[in-house]
């Protein structure tokens, strides 16, 4: 069975600083990862995709295949970025559920 | 494009009762999914909807049933509530169903309360 780990339910960082909020995922095949956010008040959104390989609001993931893992990282934090982080897979083949991890929250304080 | 929207916001039931959740997905999507978000835990999925057929389904009861209507809306019943059912309830549309890179964009939520 396909499960995500974030072990950190909560992360807090000076603004500035580098943030790693950590993804582990279990399952034997070519998962497909991604990143939600969801901001307060707002509905939850994706963030970044694996495949697409892309930057989105300074915020970066690389899937390690060897460690199964799949950490959301940035050099600067922004206040703006205090949100709460998920990471999500999707197995693929005939398998289109998202599974989530538990969450982290990430408080950025000035 | 108001996005997905769902209905209602909140809502209390009691135990045993049933409970139906609506979705309207955002506009030129086809395909519905639906989550549970127990508090303190990550959405978990319970089915996906597609053709009026559900196509996907999580570890849930068959008390949980769905149903898609030809304008691609979408309800989730709850038959039977325990307390263990409260928990925000999201649904989800996509662009096409089977792309598994497709973003699957989030409505605001239903919250249901079980007493």
């Known amino acids: 069975a396909q499960r995500v780990t974030q072990p950190e339910k909560l992360l807090s960082v000076f603004k500035g600083a580098p943030v790693e909020l950590k993804c582990n995922y279990s399952?034997?095949?070519?998962?497909?990862l991604f990143w939600y956010v969801q901001y307060s008040r707002q509905r939850l959104q994706l963030l970044l995709r694996h495949i697409s390989r892309e930057s989105i609001k300074g915020f970066t993931a690389d899937l390690n295949k060897g460690e199964t893992s799949f950490h959301l990282k940035k050099p600067f934090a922004q206040e703006e970025d205090s949100a709460m982080y998920y990471c999500?897979?999707?197995?693929?083949?005939?398998?289109?559920?998202?599974?989530f991890g538990k969450g982290t929250l990430l408080t950025v304080n000035p | 494009d108001a996005g997905v929207t769902q209905s209602p916001t909140h809502l209390i039931k009691t135990r045993g009762q049933q409970v139906t959740l609506r979705c309207s997905p955002k506009?030129?999507?086809?395909?519905v999914s639906w989550y549970q978000q127990a508090l303190g835990q990550g959405p978990q999925f319970i089915f996906q909807y597609y053709e009026e057929e559900e196509r996907q389904r999580g570890n849930f009861p068959d008390r949980f049933s769905g149903h898609q209507f030809p304008n691609y809306s979408s309800e989730l019943n709850v038959n039977a509530l325990l307390l263990g059912d409260s928990a925000l309830y999201l649904c989800a549309s996509s662009l096409r169903f089977g792309w598994t890179t497709d973003t699957q964009y989030f409505g605001p939520g239903t919250r249901l309360t079980v007493l």
């Open positions: 399952y034997s095949g070519s998962p497909e």
């Open positions: 506009s030129g999507h086809d395909t």
């Open positions: 999500a897979l999707i197995s693929g083949g005939s398998n289109y559920k998202l599974t």
